[in-house]
């Protein structure tokens, strides 16, 4: 692994079902953050992560869930998906220092039908 | 509230110039981001800027002014592989970046 892997790749879903979107890094950086990207919006926050075992809501958290037992891994749960779930979802990590920015998955892209 | 304004979208011809503006207004501020985004990828990291002034970087330059909240990304000699969006986000006083909605690049030949 180098950098931050994300998966599915891509995912068709039916409403209704629960799923997991995971997120791995391997650069150990403190900070990590799920954003969705849908056209014409720009990126989202929906949850982030400061630190192991502390997380917080971004401006769209309804619906979703996270989780990090670890500095590693940082899931995304959609409990019971709806279509306007359906979106780009990036993963993203960052050391927390101000001048290094955020490193990107390369993206989920979620289908709910 | 916070917010980043920039162009939608914006057109320019290989091998010309062209610049993008973004405007910001957080709570706190700790630095301009700008990234790059291809169709269908994740955004890459392009460039910092926390004091007032230009950054060059190759082709590519950053201009930040704190007073007037106001970047921009300078984009010379164009070329065909420009064709992106390119994302301004502000970091504010949690570190947070605050993405700005990306303005797309058209580059014509």
């Known amino acids: 692994i180098a950098g931050i892997t994300q998966a599915p790749t891509s995912q068709i879903l039916a409403a209704g079902r629960r799923m997991t979107l995971r997120c791995t890094q391997d650069m150990r950086h403190n900070a990590m953050y799920w954003y969705r990207q849908d056209l014409g919006l720009g990126l989202r926050l929906i949850h982030y992560s400061n630190t192991a075992g502390t997380t917080g809501k971004g401006e769209v958290p309804d619906g979703y869930s996270v989780s990090r037992a670890n500095t590693d891994d940082f899931p995304l749960t959609l409990a019971s998906a709806v279509p306007s779930q359906t979106s780009v979802y990036f993963c993203a990590s960052s050391d927390g220092g101000t001048g290094s920015g955020y490193t990107f998955g390369s993206g989920t892209r979620l289908t709910v039908v | 509230g916070q917010n980043i304004d920039q162009p939608t979208e914006m057109t320019a011809t290989e091998g010309a110039i062209v610049q993008i503006n973004c405007t910001y207004q957080?709570?706190?501020?700790?630095?301009l981001f700008w990234y790059q985004q291809h169709a269908g990828e994740a955004p890459t990291f392009l460039s910092y800027?926390?004091l007032d002034g230009l950054e060059e970087k190759g082709r590519f330059s950053s201009f930040l002014s704190r007073s007037k909240g106001y970047s921009y990304l300078l984009l010379k000699e164009l070329q065909m592989k420009d064709s992106a969006s390119y994302l301004c986000?502000?970091?504010?006083?949690?570190?947070?970046?605050?993405w700005g909605a990306g303005t797309k690049l058209i580059i014509k030949p």
């Open positions: 986000a502000a970091m504010d006083s949690n570190y947070q970046l605050i």
């Open positions: 800027n926390v």
């Open positions: 957080t709570s706190g501020f700790n630095g």
